[in-house]
């Protein structure tokens, strides 16, 4: 009999081996004149030099599927041990998995394209290198943004995530609310934070955030920057100024990805400045790598009512030229 370790690095132990190590018990049961055990992150299996290679392989394919999908069930190790069974590892498990799902996210949650617009960002992402998606409140701007990202990090497609936005005061002063600068800013970013909660089990979101794989700052922070093969999003596009946008889009550097979200009817800068969104949105309609992605009242996904609230103020400000007339 040998032995062999395998150490689990990057992984939440509990999505991986199941609650209280489930998905190991059901790869014991299925070779039972091996041994495999886990204590903390180190699987220790202990059998025939055959066995254990079919051990290994399938716990690489564990491996692989955790790193798409986030989470592994009982179920899914018994379709992997089948396919064990028949030698064909090789083949991707049954899971529900279409042409909609962007990624697999906690607590075995399905991340999933729900409008033609979304479709529209995610295909745009894919063949541009800066995609800008406008549009108003609840259309999953952010949401979709950040699916994009994460799945890019998942793929090994790019080796960190930035997130940032301008902290513009809506109606309060920051110098006035509690805490140190971070817990002044955290707000303006909660919403970054709780699309992350949803796709990234909690241990490794931390692990990413304080090894800075995941970087979620303010806008102010990205001067003097080059993010190299990085997926950066700039949400709230709509409260930069144009200098501000000019200086987050020259961040860029080799192999990095960028998308821009705002809502260009809820303005938060002083009347005197301009929206350096709008300004893009006009100056940079014509260059080859950018794409542009509108989204509108169909693409809402929060409650009903706020699709007729979208409604009732686009007809009210379509109404104000013609009163002005």
Known sequence: MIEKVITLDDVSL??????????????????????????????????????????TDLLESLLQHYQKYGKITPDHVKTMLNRNLT????????????????????????????????????????LNDIVFAVGPAGTGKTYT????????????????????????????????????????????LRAIYDALDDMIPAEKLKLFIENRTIEIA?????????????????????????????????????ASKTIITGDVTQIDLPKHQRSGLGDALGLLKDIDGIAFVELDGRDVVRHRLVRDIIHAYERAENAEPARAR
């Open 14 to 55: 509990v999505d991986f081996l199941g609650v209280e190590n489930a998905n190991i018990r059901e790869m014991a049961a299925a070779f039972p004149m091996s041994k495999i055990i886990s204590r903390g992150n180190e699987i220790t299996i202990r059998g025939t030099s055959g066995e254990i290679v079919r051990i």
């Open 87 to 126: 030698a064909d590892l090789s083949a991707e498990p049954a899971l529900v998995d279409d042409d909609d799902v962007l990624l697999y996210g906690t607590k075995g949650g399905v991340i999933k394209i729900r409008t033609a617009n979304q479709r529209a960002m995610v295909e745009a992402a894919k």
């Open 218 to 254: 303010p806008l102010a922070y990205m001067r003097g920057r080059t993010l190299n093969h990085a997926f950066i999003l700039l949400d709230e596009a709509q409260n930069t100024t144009s200098m501000q946008i000019k200086m987050f889009l020259t961040r860029m550097g080799p």
């Open 145 to 188: 943004a950040v699916a994009i990202a994460v799945r890019a990090l998942k793929n090994k497609e790019v080796r960190k995530i930035i997130i940032t936005r301008p902290a513009v005061e809506a109606g309060e002063n920051l110098g006035f609310l509690p805490g140190d600068l971070k817990e002044k800013i955290d707000p303006y």
